[in-house]
């Protein structure tokens, strides 16, 4: 029912197509107003984030030692896994993107189809980190502990870390606050996006997008590359404080 | 006294049968509606009410400070009161007043376009407002909170068992009905100007509504992550502000602040808009310097995100940022003197007449720049430490948001009265109650600045006998100023039905939204307009006139 040629029939204006709103002049102009738009509400999560960031700038320089201890609790081989799956995410994203504008329904579903599983692996990975950090006595409020960065245990095949003072040690409470605020943020913004995914996927699978009107898929790519590009930030952020040593 | 009001015979004339009031019916098409017309009138009445619970919490204020004693309420129930007046005011009164409910009526009609870019995220903000505004109801309601407006930790978070979280969330939400009303003005100004209207042919109007929408849009998000982090703090004791743990509660305050310092320009800016259209039609002149005007507009609001430190003046931040954030905040009052500066020369030679939108007009230039040049007491860092916590501040900003915002807004509702309800409220009843209102707010206001400089300290219930007399004439004046506010209520609503029918332009305006029929077509434009005049261009209008007097001739 939704193929192109009766969409444009059954318009009342025969040159626009039956998906432009009446209050836009032209679709050129309605897809500009929705593409600005989105931008625009990326610019508001930046500096909703940016709150954040600012936090994390402030106490990194106070309390250095402190952030290095807290970081080198993160495991590495997880936070880059991440990284690698959400990178990929984002390109089977685009994929879709691509898929929409050229009209494959078929490649649409099975790029958001990939971009869900990738997505699930990407929360799955963080809450068995989550988990290690209850574990741990790493959760700030809810169940933290200190003393294991004041007498660290040795990791079997390493050397022990040397001990923090005391003081600083408490201090690895806001680097851990700093770390589930934002990696939690982050996750409820990959939440947030995986609901929109399943809606589009229904649509999909519906036929929605086959006559070309994929604002949608389009704004909502930009979105799923933004919350790929605060990762991008967060993991040097968190994980790789001074690695070197 | 002369006139430029020219009705339409009243024997003849009739309200159009086909406008955005009467295109649909029901309930539903209210609640579901696209229309940025209908939307702004679902504001409006949302908006008002909320205006009544904090200007009856204002009194309460008023009552319990009549005497030196706390007799009236107790000092946390003093606490709560205050606290929820200005929460109410400021998230769910001022921020949306002008923009929300004018701008959201006006800009798309402004700029010659059919609706707002986007009709169903307009409706969304709404609700927003909606959820935001009845959590806090909710709030106060179920045992209130006593934080004061602002939040500030580690009160909020270790030391108050108040709804805290409730409010919290109840401004986060509303915070994002703001995001969405910004992004909405700033791509509809962007992308949907109609054929001809040049970034310089737009009202003033639009040009301060799109500089509050670039704070709305960057600002209020700061604002949100940072009352998440509160209620973080609070629900499961994450340490970011906690200096038990390592952080830093000047921290919240920087953050805070740097929402909720551009956060009074969001307040003010749209308000200078409206005084830009009203000073202009009621002295029949091209508003001077309009593009200084313009300009000014988004130099406040650039300006307006590098001055927040002044609110901390008193908090221990270094001194060296003390010297240099004093002397941004002199910057700031740069565009704001040239606009006041303008509206003067626009008077200058001008035609002027003295209807209700021109005598708020008055108001707001006499009050804001006395609320203004207050501040800039307030902004060097030696007298403000003197000054602030005191009476001193809050008649500054109760000048400023007040006297100056409320009269705008008061001035805008009146000057657009007629097109929004296609009838006119009575002239001399309202000339009446614009009076009241500035006599009755500076009766309210001023004693407060001679408090402050006495030393009377802001937010406590009781104080000492001496300054009673003082306490007294503020109280006084605040009964007045509450009949200058019930007026409008009544006889605005009393309009709805029997004022006189208004036609298309009462004022003889220039704007696009004074060509068309009052009130307007649900699609505003029968056909998109093509735009050649300027802005405050009156010699187009005579010779529209004319040209429509030879066609009927």
Known sequence: ?245 | MSSIVSLPDQTTARIPKRNYLTNENGILSWLLTGDHKRIAILYLISITFFFFIGGALAALIRLELLTPQSDLMAADTYNKVFSMHGIIMIFLFLVPSVPATLGNFLIPIMVGAKDLAFPKINLLSWYLYLIGGGMTLWAMISGGVDTGWTFTVPLSTHYLNTNVVTTGLAIFVAGFSSIFTGLNFIVTIHRMRAPGMTWFKLPLFVWSNYAASILMVLGTPVLAITLVLVVLERTIGIGVFDPTKGGDPILFQHLFWFYSHPAVYIMILPGMGVISEVISTFSRKRVFGYSAVAFSSVAIAVFGFFVWEHHMFIMGVSNYSTLIFSLLTMLVAVPSAIKIFNWAFTLYKGSITFETPMLYAFGFMGLFTIGGLTGVFLGSSGTDIHLTETYFIVAHFHFVMVGGMLMAFLSGIHFWWPKMTGRMYPEKLSQLAAVVTFIGFNFTFFPQFLLGMLGMPRRYAAYPPEFQVLNVFSTAGATILGVGYLLPMIYLVWSLKYGQIAGNNPWQATGLEWQIQSPPLTENFIEIPVVTQDAYDYEWLERQKEREVTQVG
């Open chain 1, 1 to 245: 029912m939704d193929s192109p040629t009766v969409a444009l029939h059954e318009s009342t204006h025969s040159e626009h197509p039956s998906y432009q709103r009446h209050h836009f002049v032209t679709m050129a102009q309605q897809r500009e107003s929705a593409s600005f738009g989105m931008w625009l509400f990326l610019l508001t999560e930046i500096m909703f984030f940016g709150g954040m960031f600012t936090a994390y700038l402030i106490y990194r320089n106070w309390y250095y030692p402190a952030f290095v201890a807290g970081s080198h609790t993160l495991s590495i081989v997880l936070g880059t896994t991440n990284t690698a799956v959400l990178i990929t995410s984002s390109f089977t994203m685009a994929m879709g993107v691509w898929c929409a504008e050229t009209r494959r329904r078929g490649g649409l579903i099975l790029s958001i189809i990939l971009t869900l599983i990738l997505g699930l692996a990407f929360l799955g990975i963080k809450s068995v980190e989550y988990h290690e950090k209850w574990v741990q006595h790493h959760v700030p409020g809810l169940r933290f502990d200190a003393m294991s960065f004041v007498h660290p245990k040795a990791e079997p095949g390493q050397p022990a870390e040397p001990g923090l003072p005391l003081d600083m040690a408490q201090h690895t409470e806001v680097y851990f606050s700093l770390y589930f605020a934002m990696t939690g943020m982050h996750a409820l913004h990959m939440i947030i996006g995986m609901g929109l995914l399943i809606f589009m996927l229904i649509k999909a699978i519906r036929g929605a997008y086959d006559n070309g009107n994929i604002t949608f898929i389009e704004n909502f790519g930009l979105y799923w590359h933004f919350v790929d590009i605060v990762w991008i930030f967060l993991f040097p952020l968190l994980y790789l404080i001074s690695r070197h040593q």
